[in-house]
């Protein structure tokens, strides 16, 4: 149990494109989701947290305007890349907190590479 | 803020050989401790996490930990290392009543058969 899929894992896109990726608990309702950007070598860095029904909370240098989240469901979320330029590719990676667990334990998607020409 | 100190990068072993990866964390309060596990081409998973109790945990295959408070510590062990245990670990923090999880770097272990 405790799946959590994302799709597309891996998007290619023109520079100034804008591009979806989704997250999808597939066998429990989350309430939580929260969206990670991963460079090479580098840590896993929030970018968001988002709670279904309300908007997201981006962490401090995220700008929301470019990247646009919608937890719209108990079940999915989704990252939206406005616009996107070079810069914007990175490995983004989805998690989510089942609602009715209480531990902090967090459930990965697979990952999405972006890759923006 | 909380961060997160991974001081391996990358280490390589020899099957058989004993794992420590250390981690490291700065804050004060009440902290819930994770590691997590990235298999090559895979998600990643829990391996283990210490909430209260007793400080030594233990997770899946073979894997504990230890939450030294006055070290601000919570290192990864094993005793005898497998090639399929080859993959990436993040120590991850989360403090009490606050959702955020804070990951630190990240190390590659690289298990040689």
């Known amino acids: 149990g405790a799946v959590v899929s994302q799709h597309p894992s891996w998007v290619i896109c023109k520079s100034g494109t804008s591009v979806k990726i989704e997250c999808r608990s597939l066998?429990?309702?989350?309430?939580?989701m929260f969206w990670y950007r991963q460079f090479p070598k580098q840590s896993l860095m929030l970018m968001a947290t988002?709670?279904?029904?309300?908007?997201?909370?981006?962490e401090q240098g995220v700008e929301k305007d470019k990247f646009l989240i919608n937890h719209a469901s108990l079940t999915l979320s989704t990252l939206t890349v406005t616009s996107a330029h070079p810069e914007d590719s990175s490995f983004y990676i989805c998690s989510a907190r089942p609602r009715d667990r209480f531990t902090g334990e967090l459930f990965f998607g697979e990952g999405s590479r972006l890759t923006v020409l | 803020a909380q961060s997160v100190s991974q001081h391996n990068h990358h280490v390589i072993l020899s099957e058989a050989a004993s794992l420590e990866l250390g981690c490291n964390y700065s804050y004060g309060g009440t902290v819930n401790l994770f590691w997590y596990v990235q298999y090559p081409g895979q998600h990643l998973q829990l391996l283990l996490k210490?909430?209260?109790?007793?400080?030594l945990v233990k997770g899946i295959k073979g894997f504990e930990a230890e939450f030294i408070k006055s070290k601000f510590s919570f290192n990864l062990r094993k005793p005898s290392v497998q090639w399929s245990d080859t993959a990436e670990y993040f120590c991850a923090v989360k403090t009490g009543g606050y959702q955020k999880v804070t990951f630190g770097t990240g190390t590659k272990l690289q298990v040689i058969p």
């Open positions: 988002s709670n279904e029904g309300s908007k997201a909370t981006y």
């Open positions: 210490y909430f209260s109790g007793d400080p």
């Open positions: 066998d429990f309702q989350a309430t939580t």
